[in-house]
């Protein structure tokens, strides 16, 4: 997960099928033991290679114009080839409850939210109509953990590092995002301008998230930081005292002030570390076979302003906040 949304709320896994190397008809030929016998004759070689080569020749894509077409003809993309974990179906996990903003109401499979949305999309551009999305509960660790998966698709606020992507095939990222830090208005934390100011505060993250790594990283806080395991118990510490600020994505942070606990506020964000910005990537199982075709279809999305606009309608008001220096 990004930070905040990272969600500590995650715990379940599982690996895709891998796609076998394939041997190219010129290197099976010219690895081919010579039969000894009846001469073939030069013109039935010359036509034998001819084929073969042709076979290995990039095919033109002559599919329609529109985006699930485009994006499964001749490309071993399509609906009826790919090798989902139920035949004719998409299973998609995500985590339990699934957070505004990125699901709406606690119900993944409304279609509104930023992550709903994307997935729905995501599904179309694969050949997918609505109803064979499937949605399964999986917990935030256990979707980056190794291990063989019984989904096909995860959407967790997963940030796409290379740490994961030992563990898990992650796609292109579909969101760039900042992590912030939310206090009580009447903390002296609320007070910081700087991730300096930020060194002396008992500060808290849920684990397994690029929140923590940013904590520890980053601000290197002079108190060892408070860890939970959901997003939950971070902001239930946050409104009880126990810690005087948080660390969570942005989009979260602004969910957090605007719904859940109004008496906060964002201190600001952290500026993307080391001129490489922070991108959540939709988890499926390490060697996936699905994993060229959604990385196709994120592309597409990104190409024709989908994601721009779902970003809009979903994520507007997490567009500024005042940068930590």
Known sequence: MSAAT???????ARSG?????????????????????????????????????????????????????????????????????????????????AYAPWFRDDDPAGGK????????????????ARSDVVWQTVPFNSAVAPGRKKFDLDFNQISVSDERRRAVDLSS?????RQAVVALKDSPAAKATTVEDLRHAKLGAMVGTTSLDLVN????????????????????????????????DLPTAFFITSAEIPEARIVGQFPSSGGRAEQFGIALDKGSGLTACVNRAVDSLHEDGTLARLEKTWLSEAAD???LT
């Open 6 to 12: 990272e969600r500590t709320h995650r715990t379940t």
């Open 17 to 97: 099928s891998r796609a076998a190397p394939s041997v190219s008809a010129w290197s099976a030929w010219s690895t081919r033991p010579v039969r000894r016998g009846r001469p073939l004759r030069l013109g039935a070689v010359l036509a034998v290679l001819v084929a073969a080569v042709a076979g290995c020749a990039p095919q033109e894509d002559t599919g329609s114009a529109a985006p699930p077409a485009g994006l499964s003809t001749g490309t071993g993309c399509a609906k009826g080839r790919l090798a989902t974990v139920a035949d004719g179906k998409l299973t998609v996990g995500t985590d339990k409850p």
């Open 113 to 128: 939210g930023f992550e709903s949305a994307v997935a729905y999309a995501v599904a179309d551009r694969l050949g997918y």
């Open 173 to 177: 990222g579909y969101y760039t995002v």
């Open 217 to 248: 990283d980053t601000v290197r806080p002079g108190r060892q930081p408070a860890v939970f395991q959901k997003n939950d118990h971070a902001k239930t510490a946050l409104k009880n005292g126990q810690v005087d600020a948080i660390v969570v």
């Open 321 to 323: 906040a005042p940068v």
